[in-house]
């Protein structure tokens, strides 16, 4: 069984969220929000992660009569910044001050489920129709006082109907 792995650091001009996506039609009707982000010059990591093993033996000593492979899923890793009050209530536990002073947020993990759409600066895209995973709080506050909120997706299939979990889509 062949296997192929995928692993890039993608230059990205803009970076999307919207609702999950279910079909391939979802993809044209899609409302998509710019995110603020940034990694290292804008790049964001794509990744597989190294294929589990599973080797068949006649004898312990013996070469493996047969490998077979199992597939990870695929991350998606960056961080966001410059986040306005509305996106950290919508990526974290939390709610607005009753003095309209800022945001208070809960030491809960919120978990996300959405539509990601990474836009090369070609102006080619990776879509992931389904994506599931977290932002953390891990705050570094750099040169000017901006905060960066990194965060991990994972890419599910997009429906039992649409399997598809990676989608590369030409301008």
């Not at 990694?39 to 077979?68: A, F, G, R, S, W």
């Not at 536990?93 to 809960?106: D, N, R």
Request: hydrophobic residues 35%; aromatic residues 10%; proline residues 5%.
């Amino acid at each position: 069984m062949a296997t192929e792995m995928t692993s890039g650091r993608y230059k990205v001009a803009k970076l999307y969220t919207a609702q999950p996506i279910t079909s391939e039609e979802g993809i044209a009707t899609a409302v998509w929000k710019e995110c603020p982000f940034t990694l290292q010059e804008d790049i964001i990591n794509i990744k597989n992660e190294e294929p589990e093993e599973d080797e068949l033996y006649v004898h312990e000593l013996d070469t493996p009569i047969d490998v077979e492979y199992e597939q990870k899923p695929t991350k998606v890793t960056g961080s966001f910044v410059k986040l306005t009050e509305d996106q950290l209530i919508e990526y974290f536990e939390g709610a607005k001050l009753k003095s309209g002073k800022g945001v208070a947020l809960y030491g809960k993990l919120k978990q996300l489920k959405l539509a990601l759409k990474i836009e090369s600066r070609s102006g080619n895209a990776f879509v992931f129709p389904n994506a599931q995973g977290f932002v953390t709080k891990d705050i570094g506050i750099g040169k000017g006082g901006v905060a960066k909120f990194p965060f991990k997706f994972t890419a599910t299939i997009a429906s039992p109907e649409w399997p598809v979990d990676t989608l590369y889509v030409k301008k």
